[in-house]
């Protein structure tokens, strides 16, 4: 199987490699865009702030290249971000892929102990379609972020901190978590194999 991690001026992209390879995967991480063209199944990961990364995937044109893959591709963290319609995070025109928006978490006058960013473990509910199964409702996954994709109709798993948000999206062969499965344990390989098996 060939699997294309996409490397561009994101952080975290080398811990989904290590992931994969814990699951016996050996991916390649690459920005060319022929060889990510042609691989079975496409990774676009990332921690990052979305304005700057946007411009990076325009000058490179990996914005338009992912916007027209046909295999299983699979976003986690900003690569969910950057697929939806626009983020609030530097007022940011995105792909376009999910119609969802990026919004900023903000506390409410009684926080009732929430901090931003939401970081560490929260459990995912309301699961539907392919990369989940109906033992993985109510597990814990791992989150980083302060900025949010809201509930729509390509939302396929909610998360709540101080609101209900989207912690995955699907839309055709698009896959998207704001979670990060590669680091969350059994529940996160999980997952990826079963984006591995579509």
Known sequence: MNIAIIKYNAGNIM???????????????????????????????????????????????????????????????????????????????????????????????????????????????NLKGSLFMPGLEGRYVYFVHSYYATTGEHTVAECNHIVSFSAALRHDNFYATQFHPEKSGRTGALILENFLKL
């Open 15 to 125: 811990s989904v490699d290590y992931a994969l390879q814990r699951l016996g995967i050996h991916a390649i991480v690459t920005g060319d865009i022929d060889r990510i063209r042609s691989a079975d199944k496409v990774i676009f990961p990332g921690v990052g702030e979305a304005s700057t990364t946007m411009q990076y995937l325009k000058a490179h044109k990996l914005d338009a290249l992912i916007r027209d893959l046909k295999q299983p591709v699979l976003g986690i963290c900003l690569g969910l971000q950057l697929m939806c319609r626009h983020s609030e995070e530097g007022n940011t025109a995105c792909m376009g892929i999910f119609n969802e928006e990026i919004r900023k978490f903000t506390l409410p006058d009684r926080s009732a102990g929430f901090k931003i960013p939401h970081m560490g473990w929260n459990t995912i509910s």
